[in-house]
Nanobody
Framework: QVQLVESGGGLVQAGGSLRLSCAAA????????MAWYRQAPGKQRELVAS???????LYADSVKGRFTISRDNAKNTVNLQMNSLKPEDTAVYYC????????WGKGTLVTVSS
């Protein structure tokens, strides 16, 4: 059974940085797409960034120039470097990996104080 485990969330002041990591535990291969989503209180889950097997990336407009997604195919991990954080970035961040079907992590809380 595959499990995704996120780490790196926490409390940071506006303007600060955090690095989220997500590792796949269990037998998983041929991961096509890796992505980070977030869900703020009272809002729908939204795509933050994604990276495909070829390394092409996609970012939400709200995080372009501030966040960077990267992946390590050998380790089945995906990272999200978040810089210049804003209070509106406060949310639970979820990792998603897609093979023939999607796998989701349980989420890690990021809180940005003003």
């Amino acid at each position: 059974q595959v499990q995704l485990v996120e780490s790196g969330g926490g409390l940071v002041q506006a303007g600060g940085s955090l690095r989220l990591s997500c590792a796949a535990a269990g037998s998983i291969s041929s991961i096509n797409n890796m992505a980070w989503y977030r869900q703020a209180p009272g809002k729908q889950r939204e795509l933050v960034a994604s990276i495909n097997s070829g390394g092409s990336t996609l970012y939400a407009d709200s995080v372009k120039g501030r966040f960077t997604i990267s992946r390590d195919n050998a380790k089945n991990t995906v990272n999200l470097q978040m810089n210049s954080l804003k209070p509106e970035d406060t949310a639970v961040y979820y990792c998603k990996m897609t093979t023939l079907w999607p796998y989701w992590g349980k989420g890690t809380l990021v809180t940005v104080s003003s």
